[in-house]
T-cell receptor
Framework: GENVEQHPSTLSVQEGDSAVIKCTYSDSASNYFPWYKQELGKGPQLIID?????GEKKDQRIAVTLNKTAKHFSLHITETQPEDSAVYFCAASDVGSGYSTLTFGKGTMLLVSP | NAGVTQTPKFQVLKTGQSMTLQCAQDMNHNSMYWYRQDPGMGLRLIYYSASEGTTDKGEVPNGYNVSRLNKREFSLRLESAAPSQTSVYFC???????????FGNGTRLTVT
């Protein structure tokens, strides 16, 4: 099955700085890479996703890049704000026996200080 | 439009007791999932249902059973709870494979 490694486990930045979270995956057949944000006491919520036929995708202050050759993808948040503080999870599709499920990284706790 | 609704929000069980976690979605999604979240372990897939009438094991299925009652509802049952099943359980749904997951707000389960 798929294996997803996520780094760093914690990240502290000052408001206005950029934050980068990196993930690597093991299965070259993976073709869908979403990122989720989880606030305290809530379920994860999709913030951006990318498919294997695209190298980069942006949505306002958030961007994701994908390097299929190296099997890694990254989340970039620019001009961070205190409300960006949360736990972020990357995931990669696990094609497995035919139906594709998602395998998640262990998460990154992002703390944005005012 | 409530999205994915999980009940109960909190539960405390004694070792050996049984219980069923309920999940319902109102988005007409085909696929539903149960994940558990433990500190430092991320989200791990317990069981999933690709479509109504089918269920399959995920990464950590031991000690659990599931039922896809209809297109809207997907329940998770613990027949004989163990302390190792203390966790936060999330139900999710999606239109299909490789499409965004929509999560409920979780059930926090403690087994003593």
């Amino acid at each position: 099955g798929e294996n997803v490694e996520q780094h760093p486990s914690t990240l502290s930045v000052q408001e206005g700085d950029s934050a980068v979270i990196k993930c690597t995956y093991s299965d070259s057949a993976s073709n869908y890479f979403p990122w989720y944000k989880q606030e305290l006491g809530k379920g994860p919520q999709l913030i951006i996703d990318i498919r294997s036929n695209v190298g980069e995708k942006k949505d306002q202050r958030i961007a994701v890049t994908l390097n299929k050759t190296a099997k890694h993808f990254s989340l970039h948040i620019t001009e961070t704000q205190p409300e960006d503080s949360a736990v972020y999870f990357c995931a990669a599709s696990d094609v497995g026996s035919g139906y594709s499920t998602l395998t998640f990284g262990k998460g990154t706790m992002l703390l944005v200080s005012p | 439009n409530a999205g994915v609704t999980q009940t109960p929000k909190f539960q405390v069980l004694k070792t050996g007791q049984s219980m069923t976690l309920q999940c319902a979605q109102d988005m007409n999604h085909n696929s539903m999932y149960w994940y558990r979240q433990d500190p430092g372990m991320g989200l791990r897939l317990i069981y999933y249902s690709a479509s109504e009438g089918t269920t399959d094991k995920g990464e950590v299925p031991n000690g659990y059973n599931v039922s896809r009652l209809n297109k809207r509802e997907f329940s998770l049952r613990l027949e004989s709870a163990a302390p190792s099943q203390t966790s936060v359980y999330f139900c999710a749904s999606s239109v299909a494979a490789n499409s965004p997951l929509h999560f409920g707000n979780g059930t926090r389960l403690t087994v003593t």
